[in-house]
């Protein structure tokens, strides 16, 4: 229970006093809000850069897969063929896709994640995740630790505000 408004008493726990958050809205607010101007475009262009990076740096490792998945009576030429038209699709998708503000495929992922926000906004289980999370990642520490601090800090400065005359705190009855 804290005691006078900045004098004495104890301080707010996180725990204790604050958990009343319910942290699924917040953060499916916060997504929406992250996508209302399209950066999460930018996300995309960077995973589509991470998977053609991923195809490059595994060629090696795509072709012996193609190979051992192919009948022993198939010609190794033809699993060449396969191997490089596969290659060839999929690097020129994952161009189109990075080039074309309005490709389809983008538009899918735009539906996916609206769909995904509103879950994390309104389901139960979604909720209930995140709300161990929450108290979970609150209820370390170093996170009183630092509550305490802040709330110490915040308690000496209106303090010395209010002894220096700079704002006057009017009293009740």
Known sequence: MVHGPFTGGTSPTITGNMIVLRPQPVLGNVLALVTSDNRHQELLDDVLTLVAAAIEDNRAEIRRKIREQSPWW???IVDETIYRKILLAVEDLLREVRGNPVHPLRA?????????IERLKTSPDAGARAEALTTH???????????ASLWAAARRAATIT???????????G
Do not use: N, Q, T, W
């Open 108 to 116: 899918k992922y735009d539906a996916a994640l609206a769909r995904f």
């Open 162 to 172: 209010i002894s220096s005359g700079s704002i006057r705190c009017a009293r009740s």
């Open 137 to 147: 990642l609150l209820s370390a520490p170093v996170v009183e630790e630092l509550a």
């Open 74 to 76: 198939v010609p190794g």
